[in-house]
């Protein structure tokens, strides 16, 4: 009988946003609002915290620079328990909609905030609603780059909230000379479906799911692949006390909503099936590789490995 393969360790990820800075919400709720709503993540951050120092597991929180400075415990707390502090940039505003200048700017004071609190580097980022593509953001990765990141997590390789990119690859890859890594969201494209991909990395898919049906999809690209997954969790999404604005289309009203109640026993079962760690563990060879990029990749899709 062959010894067992060794499990396959995932990327574990929070995104650290306030449940009122959501995509979601945006038309209701404007952004000159937020400081006057009832701030709630610091709490729902913490419970994530618990839950992680239970699983006695260590992931990576994209966390807004916006929320840092109006948090500096709570950015101290994950930097003490072995976490990596990695940037969701500052304002939470679509990549795509604020042009060159303002991300670098965005960037720039996102990773100021984080490392003047946290007193580590910080040299991951998400992008808001996954809203950077090779496409929409061409200068995203080259920008990353000037900026000290050493790699992105922030395509969904699939249609996402009119971002995404359906024919992206699945794996990490080059989308500029500057060498900066894209490590894509977790999807399963098969034959069957014509390119369209079946998220297996969090999100509304996780919350509405069946547990054991994400689980099953997981270990098919863990098992099947041996591809290591992305997953990715926000604070609001194991806060079921939270707000509900009112006017809130009822298509979003149910995406944010769904499955409240049930996430963190959920992510609990999730923690406890699979392997967990920091995406910069993870993906460290990758992300290695990118300083000695060569100085023109091929356009568009260079493997990262
Ligand atoms: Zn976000």
Request: glycine share 10%; with cysteine.
């Amino acid at each position: 009988m062959t010894a067992p393969a060794p499990r396959v360790v995932n990327a574990l990820s929070v995104d650290v946003e306030d449940w009122f800075q959501v995509e979601n919400y945006g038309a209701v709720i404007a952004r000159e609002r937020w400081d006057g709503l009832e701030a709630r993540v610091a709490a729902s951050t913490g419970r994530l915290l618990d839950l992680f120092a239970a699983c006695g597991v260590q992931a990576t929180f994209f966390t807004l620079g916006w929320v840092a400075g109006r948090n500096p415990a709570l950015i101290r707390r994950i930097v003490a328990e072995g976490h990596e502090l990695a940037s969701h940039g500052h304002r939470h505003e679509r990549v795509a909609a604020i042009g060159p200048e303002r991300f670098a700017a965005d960037l720039r004071d996102a990773r100021h905030v984080l490392e003047d609190i946290g007193g580590v580097a910080v040299t991951g980022y998400r992008a808001p609603t996954f809203s950077i593509g090779p496409r929409s953001t061409p200068w995203a990765h080259d920008i990353l780059a000037e900026t000290g990141h050493r790699y992105s997590s922030s395509i969904f390789p699939g249609r996402h909230e009119g971002a995404g990119a359906p024919d992206l690859p699945l794996t990490p890859f080059r989308p500029s000379a500057s060498g900066v890594p894209e490590i894509p969201m977790t999807a399963l494209r098969p034959a069957v479906l014509r390119g369209r991909a079946i998220p297996v990395s969090g999100g509304g898919w996780f919350r509405m799911m069946p547990y054991a049906a994400f689980a099953r999809l997981l270990r098919a690209v863990n098992a099947a692949e041996r591809r290591r997954g992305v997953f990715y969790v926000h604070p609001w999404e194991v806060d079921p006390g939270q707000p509900r604005p009112a006017g809130v289309p009822a298509l979003k009203r149910f995406k944010h909503g769904v499955g409240l109640a049930s996430t963190e026993a959920r992510l609990g079962r999730l923690l406890h099936d699979f392997a967990w760690d920091r995406m910069d563990r993870v993906f460290a060879a990758e992300i290695a590789a990118s300083d000695k990029a060569p100085a023109a990749a091929p356009p568009g899709l260079a493997a990262a490995a």
